[in-house]
């Protein structure tokens, strides 16, 4: 008998979750952590894994889907592959984030409620901080952070995001 057993059994869809579950020692003292690690795996918290999740460590799905969605860094939706966070904190807002958050949306056709593109390669999002005034007004992209911004200089971000995406679907095609 394999000691996985009493384990909910690892498909092959679950196998990422597995290994994250695994380095933490499937303890639940490590919840938040392993979630963290989930969402980066998969932009965001799948229900079905976050059940997975529960079962694995053992803890109520409760417990799992309340600390899921207390933490706003937590995304229960799925994201674009390029999630962009515009500072819309003190420093940023009066230095003209406004103007760079309406230009955005514009580029991308979202919305304060419809964040991400229908073809799932940006969410654009507002945060408070990004902990960087002093290079305001800030977006930030993948974690990577872009200072200074001017309406212009975040849509030259996206169109060559965009170039970047055409060119590495055309490699793929061509393969
Ligand atoms: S207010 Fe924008 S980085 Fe702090």
New binding site residues.
Partial sequence: MEATQTRPIRSQKFEAVCAILDKYKRQPSKLIPILQAVQDEYRYLPEEVLNYVATALGIPPARVFGVATFYTYFALEPKGKYVIRL???????VKN?IPILEALREKLGVTEKKKTTPDMLFTLETV??????G????VMVNGEVHSRMTPEAAVKLIEDLQKQEQVAAAKKEAC
């Fill in positions: 500072c819309d904190g003190t420093a940023c807002h984030s408070a901080c990004l902990g960087a005034c290079l305001a007004p800030v």
